[in-house]
């Protein structure tokens, strides 16, 4: 007895003084080894996604939500073979978005460029390959997760994004990550994190079946997801990772260009009333709401404002140009102006939800 006391306490020491690349190689070893690992050129990924909780038991489990990644570095998230879906998002050496209304693309910066790139992670791992992803490993003690133990690993990407991974001691997969990071563009910063289960193999390399993300301040379920099938090497021709190509309206047109022009507010504004004398009958409302909101996410402020300024001149009977310009006042900071739009949208309207909203979180 004593002297199986003394090998399993030898073990859990030598378990114990791993250092952060043994951690990793076994973490590579555990998944399927790196020849496998490495032999993944691409991956198509289908299941379903449900925010706001978890997935109901009523609701069925079909190949509904789309994912894909080739390497080096493409991912794209919706079925391009959807003519015009609701939104495409993808990253083909830069980050965009696809919106079907209204029916424009956004080359995105910022934090909306940085979620994309880190979403579009090969593998889904950051543990792999990281030295030459730049990824910065270091190794932040034990955690226990549910009744597990875990190494807890802080990862920092290239492009600045950080969380924490955490690999369980036993099996050496990741069963969750932490971070922090805004749910809405303009919300602040929610902590939470995402537990990974149900690891099955494709092509000898385990893959997370399912997902389950919760807010760490309150317990609340955020989202959950589950992958219903993974096809490897299927993907050659990288270009269904870029928009698809279009035939698009003047609108959409002058909706990209003002987008394009967002870092210079007079070279906006030209363009903007030069839409408005062409085509006078075109009603340009929603679309420039859209884009000024774009506008705003990338902290192009000075455009974004101006624009909705004289968006809400040219349709003053028009609530939600009010609350499109005050939500754009209220992230560029200022709160006073913020407040009168807010306030002039519920004049028009006094049941409109969203500038309501707008008022009370300015208090």
């Not at 951690?23 to 996604?49: C, K, M, N």
């Not at 449900?50 to 390497?71: C, K, S, T």
């Not at 079925?79 to 980050?95: C, I, K, V």
Request: charged share 25%.
């Amino acid at each position: 007895m004593f002297i199986i006391s003394v090998l399993l306490a030898t073990a859990a020491a030598e378990q114990e003084a791993l250092t952060l690349d043994q951690i990793v190689l076994r973490h590579v070893e555990a998944l399927g080894g790196a020849e496998r690992i490495h032999a993944l050129q691409s991956l198509v990924i289908r299941g379903i996604h449900h925010e706001g909780g978890v997935i109901p038991p009523d609701m069925p489990i079909r190949a509904r939500n789309y994912m894909a990644f080739l390497r080096p570095y493409y991912g794209v998230i919706g079925d391009p073979a959807l003519a015009n879906p609701d939104l495409r998002e993808g990253f083909d050496g830069s980050s965009w978005e696809y919106y079907g209304d209204p029916g424009i693309v956004v080359r995105t910066v910022g934090a909306a460029a940085a979620a994309t790139r880190h979403t579009s992670e090969f593998l889904q791992d950051s543990l792999v390959d990281y030295r030459e992803k730049g990824t910065h490993l270091e190794l932040a003690g034990s955690e226990k997760i549910g009744d597990r133990e875990c190494y807890k690993i802080q990862v920092k990407l290239a492009h600045g994004f950080q969380k924490y991974v955490f690999v369980d001691r036993e099996t050496f997969l990741v069963i969750a990550d932490r971070k922090s990071a805004p749910i809405h563009a303009f919300g602040s910063s929610v902590t939470s994190e995402t537990r990974f289960s149900d690891y099955q193999p494709v092509n000898g390399v385990l893959f997370s079946r399912r997902e389950l993300e919760v807010e760490i301040a309150t317990g609340r379920v955020l989202a959950e997801g589950r992958r219903v099938t993974i096809e490897a090497n299927t993907l050659h021709d990288p270009s269904i990772f870029s928009p698809a190509p279009r035939t698009r309206t003047p609108l959409q047109e002058c909706l990209e260009q003002l987008y394009n022009e967002r870092t210079d507010t007079i070279s906006v504004m030209y363009t903007y009333r030069l839409l408005k004398s062409t085509h006078p009958d075109v009603d340009t409302r929603e679309g420039i709401e859209f884009v000024g909101y774009q506008m705003a996410k990338m902290s192009d402020f000075p455009a974004s404002v101006e624009l909705l300024k004289a968006n809400a001149a040219d349709y003053p009977n028009s609530a939600s140009s009010q609350f499109g310009l005050g939500r754009a006042y209220a992230a560029a900071g200022n709160l006073e102006l913020a407040k009168q739009a807010f306030e002039r949208a519920l004049q028009i309207d006094p049941t409109f939800k969203k500038a309501t909203d707008g008022l009370n979180a300015l208090r």
